[in-house]
């Protein structure tokens, strides 16, 4: 497997994949010192494979539910994150923001009624 460097984390990326809106999702291994899922301003969103969180969100074990459900709280603060205007906010703001996010999630998956 060859490994890249990105330029601007100089942290080996195991895997790309490019998504049909400009996203640019990076496997790379930051350990506990990076959340599971994060953003790169403008448009790289990294998964931390070496995140204890991560690889226990992952596990194939049924007793803990489905993994998109685990995954569930990282993929909603990542979302917000991509908003520019985030860093400006409060964290209650950011929270709430948050919650929007996995309701709509939540909603899209059938779990929530309107």
């Not at 908003?83 to 779990?111: I, P, S």
Request: with cysteine; charged share 25%; glycine share 4%.
């Amino acid at each position: 497997m060859k490994l890249h460097s990105s330029t601007k984390t100089n942290k080996p990326i195991r895997r790309t994949t490019r998504t049909d809106y400009g996203i640019l999702w990076v496997d790379q291994d930051y350990g506990n010192d990076n959340d599971p899922l994060f953003h790169i301003p403008p448009n790289i969103l990294v998964r931390n494979r070496t995140n204890d969180l991560y690889r226990f969100s992952l596990r194939s074990k049924p007793s803990l539910g489905p993994k998109w459900l685990r995954m569930l709280p990282y993929l909603s603060r990542v979302a917000v994150s991509l908003n520019k205007d985030c860093k400006n906010w409060t964290r209650e703001q950011f929270n709430l923001e948050v919650d929007k996010a996995m309701r709509y999630f939540l909603h899209e998956q059938g779990e929530l009624q309107n």
